[in-house]
């Protein structure tokens, strides 16, 4: 029997295994519910990461006029579509969008972002868009 600690992947494929020939008695029980859990861990991470992304482009369309260009469209609507499909696949996830403490951490990393990319340190400490009228809209841009 594969050990969770000795080898992930080999573990992993062996349970999935047990739990298809229907052998729940030889389950690591644990660690499937802990796995599990880091499933939506690693659900919550991208969508922060891809709204992240977007933030920083955002700032940096609307702080650096002259700069604007199809890249940064690009980026923009890619990541609204990857957001977007991620919460459609997830709806569990669209609560997220509206936890204040969650929303920092976001706006956080997207202002490091923007700051580490333009050199500029003029961003605002809150997010001064909506998320769903604003941000996550396909038709807006920051003037």
């Known amino acids: 029997m594969q050990t969770y600690e000795k ?19 030889l389950l690591d029980i644990e660690h499937i519910a802990g796995e599990i859990e880091d499933v939506g861990k690693s659900e ?15 700032l940096k369309w609307q702080y650096q006029i002259d700069r604007r ?25 669209v609560p997220k ?3 204040p403490r969650w929303l920092d951490m976001v ?3 997207a202002v490091a972002q923007a700051v580490s990319e333009t050199g500029l ?13 604003e941000v996550l809209n396909e ?5």
């Open 7 to 25: 080898d992930i992947n080999a573990w992993a494929n062996e349970q999935a295994r047990l739990l298809r020939a229907g052998r729940f008695d």
């Open 44 to 58: 919550q991470r991208e969508l922060a990461s891809r709204l992240a992304v977007l933030m920083a482009h955002l």
């Open 69 to 93: 260009g199809a890249s940064w469209e690009k980026t923009i609507k890619a990541q609204r579509k990857e957001i977007s499909y991620a919460l459609d696949e997830s709806p569990s996830l």
């Open 97 to 99: 969008l509206q936890e």
């Open 107 to 109: 706006w956080a990393r």
């Open 121 to 133: 340190d003029c961003f605002p400490d809150e997010c001064p868009w909506a998320i769903h009228d």
């Open 139 to 143: 038709a807006w841009l920051p003037e």
